[in-house]
């Protein structure tokens, strides 16, 4: 199994910039693949982003060329760095993982909320 935390949200004005943070209990390599997906009020789950072990990553189409996705393996940790924000961005972030231990599961952080003001 493998623990989530998610960090780094906040308040930030259209246009701006933020990076989220995910720091997984495990080697983020014995995970078969790790994503962010948001959730905004009223609006259905979303996936923003994923990485493979291998380092393929693939983005959503909302997000395509502002955000990035990237880890660091020596502190089990991916991010999101999100650039030209947008009020439409705002919404609850959560980090994904979808592990393979015999069995594949999915674990889930417990989110961070990104607001973008106009």
């Known amino acids: 199994q493998v623990q989530l935390v998610e960090s780094g949200g906040g308040l930030v004005q259209a246009g701006g910039s933020l990076t989220l943070s995910c720091a997984a209990s495990?080697?983020?390599?014995?995970?078969?693949?790790m994503g962010w997906f948001r959730q905004a009020p009223g609006k259905e789950r979303e996936s923003v982003a994923s990485?493979?072990?291998?380092?393929?990553?693939d983005y959503g189409d909302s997000v395509k060329g502002r955000f990035t996705m990237s880890r660091d393996i020596s502190k089990n940790t991916v991010y999101l760095q999100m650039n030209s924000l947008e009020p439409e961005d705002t919404a609850v972030y959560f980090c994904?993982?979808?592990?393979?231990?015999?069995?594949?599961?999915?674990?889930w952080g417990q989110g961070t909320q990104v607001t973008v003001s106009s």
């Open positions: 994904n993982a979808d592990l393979i231990d015999r069995i594949r599961r999915l674990y």
């Open positions: 495990r080697s983020i390599i014995s995970i078969a693949a």
């Open positions: 990485m493979t072990s291998d380092g393929i990553i």
